[in-house]
């Protein structure tokens, strides 16, 4: 299940949802890129060889984080062959298919009397009068009202998008490579609104010796994300652009004679104008970059057939600057109560003063997954075994800073500002860990009988000693039945049939950080008094849980494949149960007033089945 809640450049992705939800907390699958965590947004398609998806028990095998299922993403490798190059690109339009229809000004006018009248409310008193409405309605010569179509002066028809791939394979017998660059240019339909992406990777296979493989990967990606200073984005400022085109009124004009723009004065909202918030407002920019890395060696241990070690390491670094002034402007503001107009800053700088916020975070996370895996057949019977310890660490660190007051605002800079913001004089670090083992043992008769044994015991610091770790153990099972003589004799137009169902405990420790810690808080002012010393007090902020543990869910799958009349037909069926055990829920409403509020937050109570088929 895909849900795009934006179309925003730059926030347009889709969020993802496997077999539904899951739980009443975090849905999202986990994302493994060529073995290692990442975010399914920083993937260039043209770069994606594969996408595979593990749905049911099969998902154990990453443990605490496979409890909303797992997307594998492959990128493209290197081939034999000689050096090919390929250019693909693309020029495409984007425009609004489904949008509200608002009412025009004469209609405005006209209802919204109406409205008054069915309230009871006198002709004399109602908002507006038969003069105004004339005006309104028929063009008013003294220039006080018009009829203005927000929306339609806001959005642009279409919008362009621009996207350019150019990569490299080829390779001989000894090492292989992929090479990669990329641009995708994004305009929105509301101007100044745009999303910039440049990516380029490096995928390099080589056989170091006959029995010794290497792999490496490197990708980048900087991409930067442009609007207006007041939002172009939907709900989530009640100053953006959108909010204020639907709160301006449809019977004033955009600008008045002079060039001033219009202001709609709504009670307890402020001045609204979208077209000056879009234009004149200042500018959100986040530019962000990523550097990605893998490099892993494969080792087949000589004299054991189907014995290979293996080490897989890879180290992410990125960073994020965000840089935002809003910029002061005048609107021609009308009073609906004393049907005036009076000159007064936009709602979101009342003193007329410029400001600058910046923020500017940075992370890397670093992984270690050292392996031993076995694959061999005896006979009818084939045995596949893989053991791994994997160890992940991502640290990061922030900082931000604001100014006010700048009397020249053609360079924006934290340098020139008069005043400083306190509240955003701030910095900060963290770090967060995690290991685990996973297993896995295959085993099939004949190519007919299947079986399989998986999981993973697994350790995540969110949790206290006691409950840290845990097995997540799968089990599933098939049956090839078109292997079978009796079966090729009855039904000879189907060319496979495997039925196979399997039964997997996971988990998913994305609960919170730290809820089993007492934490605090430092006072903001001298209040508490130590001898004949004035202190700030240190408040206890979170009582802590020492139970919490994971959320647990058990899912059973029960399903078919079968390929008919020489592969014409393929189908594949499923159903599905799940049950989430052991969610954390907020407990702050279940206790009477006479508990105070000394109890934790979040206790393990919740519970959340979900159930359905595939086709």
Do not use: C
């Amino acid at each position: 299940v895909t849900r795009q809640s934006s179309g925003q450049p730059g926030s347009d992705g889709a969020s993802l949802m496997v077999r539904g939800y899951n739980t009443l907390g975090n849905n999202s699958p986990l994302i493994i890129v060529d073995g290692i965590e990442r975010e399914f947004p920083q993937i260039n398609p043209d770069e994606v060889e594969a996408i595979s998806v593990l749905k049911d028990a099969s998902a154990a095998i990453y443990g605490v984080r496979g409890a909303n299922g797992v997307i594998l993403i492959t990128t493209k490798k290197g081939k034999q062959q000689k050096p090919t190059l390929n250019y693909k690109g693309s020029y495409a339009l984007s425009k609004n298919t489904a949008f509200p229809e608002f009412l025009n000004a004469a209609d405005y006018v006209k209802y919204y009397n109406k409205a008054q009248e069915l309230d009871g409310v006198a002709e004399t008193s109602r908002r507006f009068n038969v003069d105004e409405i004339e005006r309104i309605t028929h063009g008013d010569p003294q220039g006080i009202f018009g009829n203005t179509d927000w929306f339609n002066m806001l959005f642009k028809s279409s919008a362009p998008t621009v996207t350019n791939n150019l990569t490299l394979n080829g390779g001989s017998d000894r090492y292989r490579y992929f090479v990669s660059t990329g641009a995708f240019n994004q305009d929105g339909i509301i101007d100044r609104t745009s999303y910039d992406r440049y990516n380029g990777r490096i995928n390099f296979d080589a056989d170091i010796l006959d029995n010794l493989k290497l792999s490496l990967n490197i990708a980048y990606r900087d991409d930067i994300r442009k609007e207006p200073g007041l939002s172009a984005g939907l709900g989530n400022s009640y100053a953006s652009v959108f909010a204020q085109a639907m709160m301006s009124y449809p019977f004033l004009p955009a600008y008045n004679a002079a060039g001033i723009p219009v202001g709609s004065l709504n009670p307890g909202n402020g001045n609204q104008n979208p077209i000056a918030a879009r234009d004149l407002s200042g500018e959100n920019s986040i530019r962000s970059n990523r550097f990605q890395s893998n490099l892993s060696l494969e080792y087949e241990v000589p004299g054991v057939s189907g014995l290979r070690l293996k080490v897989n390491g890879a180290f992410d670094k990125g960073y994020t600057m965000r840089k935002a002034y809003l910029l002061p402007y005048q609107l021609d503001v009308y009073n609906n109560a004393t049907r005036q107009y009076a000159l007064a800053f936009a709602r979101h700088a009342n003193g007329g003063v410029a400001s600058l916020n910046q923020w500017f975070t940075d992370s890397w996370q670093k992984t270690i997954q050292p392996s031993i895996s076995y694959a061999n057949k005896f006979g009818a019977h084939s045995v596949n075994a893989l053991f791994l310890y994997e160890y992940m660490r991502t640290d990061n660190s922030s900082l931000s800073g604001g100014r006010r007051g700048y009397p020249i605002t053609d360079i924006m800079d934290l340098n020139f500002g008069e005043e400083v913001i306190d509240n955003l004089v701030k910095g900060g670090h963290g770090m967060f860990s995690r290991a685990g083992y996973s297993f896995r043992l295959n085993y099939d008769y004949a190519d007919k009988y299947l079986l399989e044994v998986l999981g993973r015991y697994d350790g995540s610091p969110m949790l206290p000693a006691h409950t840290r770790w845990d097995i997540f153990p799968a089990v599933s099972a098939g049956w090839r039945i078109s292997k079978e003589p009796f079966f090729k004799e009855a039904l000879d137009v189907v060319d496979d049939l495997k039925i196979r169902g399997s039964i997997g405990k996971l988990g998913n420790d994305r609960i919170g950080d730290y809820q089993f810690l007492r934490t605090m808080s430092l006072g903001a002012d001298p209040v508490v008094l130590i001898g004949n010393t004035l202190g700030k007090p240190l408040n206890v902020t979170t009582v802590p849980n020492f139970d919490i543990k994971w959320e647990t869910s058990t899912t059973y799958n029960g399903g078919l494949e079968a390929t008919l009349w020489k592969g014409l037909l393929g189908v594949e069926a499923d159903v599905f149960y799940r049950v989430t055990k052991d969610i954390l829920q907020g407990q702050s409403n279940l206790n009477p007033p006479s508990f105070g509020g000394y109890f934790p937050n979040y206790i393990n109570s919740g519970i959340v089945d979900s159930r359905g088929f595939e086709l």
